[in-house]
């Protein structure tokens, strides 16, 4: 049996790439791919934070001790921040709940706050950068499932007693906790991803099945009021929202008030058989398609990764004798501009291939594209390699 080692977390600073190792955090040149730092940490990564402080602070959540010769899982206890600059761990801090360590499962960073969220099992806390704790999690009938930070604090809470709960999106004052406004979900939805901050945008999984991405989408106002539903019928689009979590859907985003997704893999045109799929949106402030649309062409796939500015920047999977790319897409015409091209090499594309782009964590800034893998297993065979991370530079 091949024990899978939980990896979970990178970023992409000016002069650094940081990946999650195993009981480590590891600083590398971004072109070189050279080692700058290594930081120790309690045990495996559990989570780290999307974002970073201005001056380079970042948050993650590890086991609270180094896994035995079995690898038995350890509980996911320490909130640690790291400064990135200079590769050193700050502080590391844990929140007892009725008698017992808090376990956390996703982690956030708002301005100064670090907020660190603990699915449906004992409620949230937050520290400030310093490490000063912000808040706990509230004994009571109450409690945070999960946070999304950024330019804003967005939670989910969860109220009321077992099998008769209700969900809660709510925008927070990042200093004290305090909600600013609440917009009630609807009775029986027991799920809700924020796909973005400011706006306010989440989504929630309304069929059996709760492993997917959202089958609906909302967009609320600034005084937290509803602007807009979005139906994603199922099987048509192709997005993916972690379980548990509140802050992990990839391959969605917004901007230019509008919410950009992928349409599932379907049948080309023409007559030999390929397989292709397109970015489509729609307005936060209707709720209806626009005209947007970015195609992947031939024996192709493409999906978004993030918005830069009015634009969005998105990933097309290599083809045949084709190297995957980052291309920017223009935020008015959809025009694309590629920006980055990987070498078509087997080795190369069979590399990206193991990686699953989609799934992992896709980083790309000025000119520089970094895969990295959340689950790192032993290779199957002596000459086969397995790695932690892919980058690539634009020439």
């Known amino acids: 049996m091949v024990r899978r080692q939980s990896a979970p977390g990178s970023l992409l600073t000016d002069d650094t790439y940081v990946k999650a190792g195993v009981n480590e955090l590891n600083g590398y040149d971004p072109d070189t791919g050279k080692e700058k730092w290594s930081i120790p940490l309690s045990g495996q990564t559990c989570a780290m934070s999307k974002e970073m402080t201005e001056d380079g602070i970042a ?30 761990k700050l502080w ?13 499962k996703e982690v956030t960073i708002s301005g100064t706050t670090i907020a660190a969220g603990a699915g449906t099992s004992n409620g949230g806390a937050a520290w400030d950068v310093s490490g000063k704790s912000l808040w706990k999690p509230k004994v009571g009938k109450c409690e945070d499932v999960g946070y999304a930070g950024g330019d804003q604090l967005v939670a989910v809470r969860k109220c009321g007693t077992y099998g008769d709960e209700k969900l809660k999106i709510q925008l927070l004052d990042a200093k004290t906790g305090n909600a600013k406004w609440t917009y009630p979900l609807a009775d029986g939805i027991d799920n809700a991803k924020i796909i973005s901050t400011n ?10 099945i709760t492993a997917s991405g959202a089958t609906d989408v909302f967009s609320l106002g600034g005084n937290g009021k509803l602007r807009a539903k979005i139906s994603l019928e199922e099987g048509k689009y192709d997005h993916d929202c972690g379980v548990n979590v509140v802050n992990d859907c990839t391959s969605i985003t917004v901007g230019n008030d509008r919410l950009y997704v992928p349409t599932r893999q379907h049948d080309g045109s023409g007559e030999s058989y390929n397989r292709t799929n397109e970015i489509v949106s729609f307005s936060l402030a209707t709720g209806k398609p626009t005209s947007d649309r970015a195609v992947a062409g031939d024996n192709g796939e493409i999906f978004p990764i993030r918005m830069d500015g009015g634009n969005v920047l998105a990933y097309k999977a290599h083809g045949y004798q084709k190297g995957a790319q980052v291309v920017s897409l223009d935020g008015k015409t959809m025009k694309e501009t ?6 078509s090499s087997e080795a190369v594309t069979d590399a990206i291939s193991g990686m699953v782009p989609k799934s992992n964590e896709l980083l790309y800034a000025e000119g520089r594209l970094f895969i990295g893998k959340k689950l790192l297993s032993r290779p199957y065979t002596k000459g086969e390699k397995q790695y932690v991370a892919l980058g690539f530079v634009a020439k």
Not at 338 to 343: A, Q, R, S, V
């Open 59 to 88: 948050a993650v959540v590890t086991e609270e001790a180094k896994r035995n010769k079995k690898g038995d899982y350890q509980s996911c206890t320490n909130v640690s921040a790291v400064d990135l600059k200079s590769g050193k």
């Open 92 to 104: 590391t801090e844990t929140v007892e709940t009725s008698g017992m360590k808090a376990t956390f």
């Open 199 to 208: 706006p306010v945008v989440f989504g929630q999984d309304t069929t059996e």
């Open 338 to 343: 590629k920006l980055l091209e990987t070498p």
